[in-house]
């Protein structure tokens, strides 16, 4: 089992940052990826980046120049730095992690991130 436990979302103005963070804990040795994805009102929940065991990332189009994914394998811990922000932002922001032996992905509980005009 992977408990995880984020922070980091708010309130921020059009063209601001936030920083999300994603503390993973338990069989924490089974994680092969790591990501992010958001979920608006009345949406799917969407990929928005990910990071694998070889820090190999990759980014949702709408992201990609604006957001930074990385992770502190030592702290078993995944961020998200969001420059730029943009009230299709909006959304609730949820971890993820893919573990092996057996396949099986955990999500966090979400975090809400709120862009205003």
């Known amino acids: 089992q992977v408990q995880l436990v984020e922070s980091g979302g708010g309130l921020v103005q059009t063209g601001g940052s936030l920083r999300l963070s994603c503390a993973a804990s338990?069989?924490?040795?089974?994680?092969?990826?790591m990501g992010w994805y958001h979920q608006a009102p009345g949406k799917q929940r969407e990929l928005v980046a990910t990071?694998?065991?070889?820090?190999?990332?990759n980014y949702a189009d709408s992201v990609k120049g604006r957001f930074t994914i990385s992770r502190d394998s030592a702290k078993n811990t995944v961020y998200l730095q969001m420059n730029s922000l943009k009230p299709d932002d909006t959304a609730v922001y949820y971890c993820?992690?893919?573990?092996?032996?057996?396949?099986?992905?955990?999500w966090g509980q979400g975090t809400q991130v709120t862009v205003s005009q």
């Open positions: 338990g069989s924490t040795f089974k994680i092969v990826l």
């Open positions: 990071i694998g065991s070889s820090d190999v990332t």
């Open positions: 993820n992690v893919e573990a092996v032996v057996p396949r099986t992905a955990y």
